[in-house]
């Protein structure tokens, strides 16, 4: 962001936290592009850098109303953006450590059973194919283990959840 | 997310947070008539004075602008008239009789005098809004200084509105001329 659009967004910044409805557009439009590449930055995965700057979003207008003029808008954004980021991060290691589950048994699969589970593999990423890239990330993020408590998070998973069955069943005709 | 839904998301959270600003002067609106009851004013009177002023520092908070800004020194100004009655109560001036006469309606007057020339010093210093401001902040210091001044009965707060204005008025008129 250069030198103009950062005082822009310090005045319009302003003009929101003394109670001008005016100024929410402009810093809408300001800061969520900002915040989106801040989180994309921070974060490997863009399913949850989206869901962390759309988080970052939501609690920086939360706080509007509390900004304090002296401050500078920009890294009091950020500085929210980045914490949201740092929260989700957190998170994602704990699931993980709570997920980390003992050795499976010895495989006593039959080459029939593993021929199976190669088609099913197959058709299951051709179907994939077919989905958008924000509902594959959200499946892939889900099938990893990586869920997010967010209620966000959830309704995405259901809705690519949805898609994908009703693409596996044009395929395949049935669940 | 939609962009639009995250939009909508965004607003709601923003006026949530102007709500949430109202409150706390709501709160402090009932700290101050906590504060009057303990020093002995009637909890039925000062009850329903603190829901207006409650409503009104609310509403004015929420809404934003030099109306908000208002608040504070409205709240403060109203306290200090508000405890100008009450410690001449506690000296153990009469309130009723000659002795409220002398003592208590003036006493009202005078800090009603106060409060309208500090808001109006400060409304004066406003870029913007200072009419609003003015307005805003003379209503508030009014209905928080009522709890006080209603010792001296209708007589304490007229005569507390009235040394507002008068002592206002002028300062409001030098200053702006000043400017």
Redesign the interface.
Same mark, same amino acid.
Request: charged residues 35%.
């Given at each position: 962001m250069d030198r103009g659009a950062r005082a822009a967004l310090q005045r319009e910044m302003c003009r929101l936290a003394d109670g001008d409805r005016a100024a929410f557009e402009p810093v809408f439009a300001a800061l969520w592009p900002v915040l989106r590449a801040f989180a994309a930055r921070a974060l490997p995965v863009p399913a949850e850098a989206e869901d962390a700057a759309q988080c970052a979003l939501i609690k920086v207008f939360s706080r509007a109303a509390e900004f304090d003029a002296s401050r500078e808008a920009l890294p009091w954004a950020l500085g929210i953006a980045a914490y949201e980021c740092r929260t989700l991060r957190k998170a994602r290691s704990r699931r993980r450590e709570e997920l980390r589950v003992p050795p499976e048994p010895a495989d006593e699969r039959t080459s029939e059973d593993a021929a199976i589970e190669r088609d099913l593999v197959a058709a299951a990423a051709e179907v994939m194919r077919g989905l958008s890239v924000l509902d594959q990330e959200t499946l892939l993020a889900a099938g990893r283990g990586d869920r997010e408590s967010s209620s966000t998070f959830r309704k995405r998973l259901e809705r690519a959840l949805a898609r994908f069955r009703k693409q596996w069943r044009a395929r395949h005709g049935a669940d | 997310?939609e962009?639009i839904e =995250? !939009?909508h !998301? #965004? &607003?709601r #959270?923003?006026e =949530? %947070? !102007?709500a !949430?600003?109202g409150a706390k002067a709501a709160g402090a609106a009932l700290l101050i008539a906590a504060a009057a009851v303990a020093l002995g004013r009637p909890p039925e009177l000062t009850a329903l004075l603190c829901a207006a002023l409650a409503a009104l520092v609310a509403a004015l908070a929420f &809404? %934003? %602008?030099a109306s908000? &800004?208002a608040v504070t020194a409205g709240l403060a100004a109203g306290s200090g008239a508000m405890l100008a009655p009450v410690v001449l109560m506690t000296a153990g001036c009469s309130m009723f009789g000659p002795a409220s006469m002398r003592f208590c309606v003036p006493a009202c007057v005078v800090a009603g005098g106060v409060v309208g020339a500090a808001l109006a010093l400060l409304a004066a210093r406003e870029e913007h809004g200072a009419r609003e401001f003015l307005l805003a902040g003379t209503a508030v210091a009014a209905v928080t200084a009522s709890f006080g001044c209603t010792l001296g009965g209708a007589a304490g707060v007229v005569g507390m509105a009235l040394g507002t204005v008068a002592a206002g008025a002028p300062v409001w008129l030098a200053a702006r001329a000043h400017r």
């Open positions: - | 997310m962009p =995250l !939009r !998301r #965004a &607003r #959270a923003y =949530l %947070g !102007r !949430r600003l &809404r %934003g %602008g908000a &800004r």
